[in-house]
Nanobody, 125 residues
Framework: QVQLVESGGGSVQAGGSLRLSCAAS????????MGWFRQAPGKEREGVAS???????QHADSVKDRFTISQDGAKNTLYLQMNSLKPEETALYYC???????????????????WGQGTQVTVSS
């Protein structure tokens, strides 16, 4: 069974940086998509960034040039480097995955089968 465990959240001042990690286990296939989503209080969950097993990536317009999604060489850990954070980006950040190949890797929730429990990111002004 696929398991996703996020870490790296915390509190940071506006303009600061954080790097989120998502440790993935239980999947041995060669085709997949993985993504980062976030949900702020009272708001819907939104896609932040995604990648697929071919190395294609997609970033939401709101985070382009500030956030970067990546994966380690062993492809067991997904990362989200977040720079120049804003207070409105305070949210619970989730890692998601699915055993399928899509190009470009999607930013909508319904494409993903597996979800982590989330890690809290708080950005203060």
């Amino acid at each position: 069974q696929v398991q996703l465990v996020e870490s790296g959240g915390g509190s940071v001042q506006a303009g600061g940086s954080l790097r989120l990690s998502c440790a993935a286990s239980g999947y041995t296939g060669s085709r997949y998509i993985m993504g980062w989503f976030r949900q702020a209080p009272g708001k819907e969950r939104e896609g932040v960034a995604s990648l697929n097993s071919d190395g294609n990536t997609q970033h939401a317009d709101s985070v382009k040039d500030r956030f970067t999604i990546s994966q380690d060489g062993a492809k067991n850990t997904l990362y989200l480097q977040m720079n120049s954070l804003k207070p409105e980006e305070t949210a619970l950040y989730y890692c998601a995955a699915a055993p399928r190949r899509l190009v470009p890797p999607p930013l909508f929730q319904s494409a993903y089968s597996y979800w982590g429990q989330g890690t809290q990111v708080t950005v203060s002004s």
